[in-house]
């Protein structure tokens, strides 16, 4: 909805700071959005299961052994994961939130792997979208105030305000969280496509 530019300009003004002339400036508020920009979007993209950045997906198997107490590893499927929701099969995509799974690291490869009770595994996750236009408003304004919050006391040495701005911030996060349940309960039942051809 919104440039990095407008961004960080909005969140400038919630500390009551002058807006910057260029996101690349060498002005010490643009530095300092810069800074933390990524860092904040990172960490708002995974507060939230924010409807534009989900992503659902097939698990590829984890080549490596299973860890105890699961019948199932998968690989991660990617870098740019802020967050794990759920992993589901057909037989649970109408039943998600009950599906029990563990991020967890593998020594022998490096890696992270996804485990799992569930054969033919799908992921549900937020990607990191980094294309600002993208986001809704809603996860907009909740960026200006996290950005605000994280910047006012480099700018000002106000942890007092920083600590306000912080409160606004989860209050915006309280509020997507509260939409987010009350669309859900408006949607109809589902139907999984395993079902169906079973039926």
């Known amino acids: 909805m919104r440039t990095t530019f407008e961004i960080c300009n909005m969140a400038l003004r919630h500390i009551g700071m002058r807006k910057i002339d260029a996101i690349d400036d060498t002005d010490p508020s643009a530095v300092a959005c810069a800074d933390f920009f990524e860092a904040c979007r990172d960490d708002v993209l995974r507060e939230h299961a924010w409807p534009f950045a989900l ?73 990191i979208v980094t294309d600002t236009l993208v ?39 309280s509020e997507a969280k509260r939409i987010s349940a009350s669309e859900k309960l408006r949607k109809p039942n589902q139907t999984s496509g395993y079902v169906k051809a079973r039926g």
């Open 55 to 127: 992503v659902q997906q097939p698990l590829a198997q984890f080549a490596g052994d299973v860890p105890l107490g699961w019948n199932a590893a998968y690989d991660h499927p990617a870098s740019n994961v802020a967050a794990i929701w759920y992993v589901f099969n057909q037989a649970t995509a109408t039943d998600k939130e009950n599906q029990n799974f563990e991020v967890l690291y593998d020594q022998a490869t490096n890696k992270k792997i996804i485990v799992s009770n569930l054969d033919a595994a799908y992921v549900e996750y937020t990607y």
């Open 135 to 173: 986001w809704d408003a809603k996860f907009d304004m909740a960026m200006t105030w996290r950005l605000a919050a994280e910047i006012c006391p480099v700018l000002t040495g106000d942890d007092e305000k920083a600590l306000k701005l912080m409160q606004v911030y989860n209050a915006y996060i």
